[in-house]
């Protein structure tokens, strides 16, 4: 009964190689992000989408590219690895707007070799 | 200056002591609040949403000072098992888009 799951839970990948994770939440919850928590622990938001409607883009290389085929879901691709991208990636969900709790997937453990 | 600002700790306490934990934020028209904690490889759950009057969940006590733009979180009663990071979080607002912004976390060690 996982809210919000998130595969792979691991990724070790090499420098170059094009890579996704996908995120579905079964909620009904209409807004979906992706966070980016870095070595130093730092949550970041990267992308947040509306009934399937991007609506936050940070600035974020556009090797990344979210993508989302219904609200259920959010996948996250991304090209060209590299180092730098090593890091825990969040997806998360809420009911909408910003005064609503946002629930977390347990995370997936990115390492670009 | 950071938009969330947190002390990093780590804040080592005995159990049964009480903590607390502070936070500032830049954005005077932050209209939400939140703390969320972090266990060790894990997500962030949330904790409490914190409210300008003032809000209690058990052991835990939130406040907001708007005037100062801090937020406070206290643990009464501390125990093993409130070991963890514990985040403080403010939406943005304004603009044509609302984010959580998200402080780098408060490591909190209960020892026995």
């Known amino acids: 009964d996982t809210a919000v799951s998130q595969t792979p839970k691991y990724l070790v990948t090499q420098m170059g190689n094009d890579k996704s994770i996908k995120c579905e939440q079964n909620?009904?919850?209409?807004?979906m992000y992706w966070y980016k928590q870095d070595s130093k622990k730092f949550l970041k938001i990267m992308f947040s989408?509306?009934?399937?409607?991007?609506?936050i883009n940070e600035t974020v290389p556009n090797r990344f590219s979210p993508k989302s085929p219904d609200k259920a879901h959010l996948n996250l691709h991304i090209n060209s690895l590299e180092l730098g991208d090593s890091a825990v990636y969040f997806c998360?969900?809420?009911?909408?707007?910003?005064?609503?709790?946002?629930?977390f997937g347990p995370g997936t453990r990115l390492t670009v070799t | 200056r950071k938009e969330v600002e947190q002390d990093p700790g780590p804040f080592n306490v005995p159990e049964g002591a009480t903590v607390a934990f502070n936070c500032t934020y830049s954005?005077?028209?932050?209209?939400?609040f939140f703390w969320y904690r972090q266990d060790c490889r894990k997500e962030p759950k949330l904790l409490m949403s914190?409210?300008?009057s003032g809000n209690e969940d058990g052991r835990f006590t939130a406040q907001l000072n708007r005037a100062s733009q801090y937020i406070s979180l206290l643990i009464r009663d501390s125990k093993l098992s409130d070991s963890a990071t514990y985040l403080c979080?403010?939406?943005?607002?304004?603009?044509?888009?609302?984010?959580?912004?998200f402080g780098t976390g408060t490591l909190l060690a209960v020892q026995p």
């Open positions: 979080v403010v939406n943005t607002a304004g603009g044509a888009t609302n984010k959580l912004i």
């Open positions: 954005n005077s028209a932050s209209q939400s």
């Open positions: 998360a969900s809420s009911r909408d707007g910003i005064s609503y709790e946002q629930y």
């Open positions: 914190v409210y300008s």
């Open positions: 989408y509306n009934n399937k409607e991007l609506i």
């Open positions: 909620l009904g919850h209409d807004t």
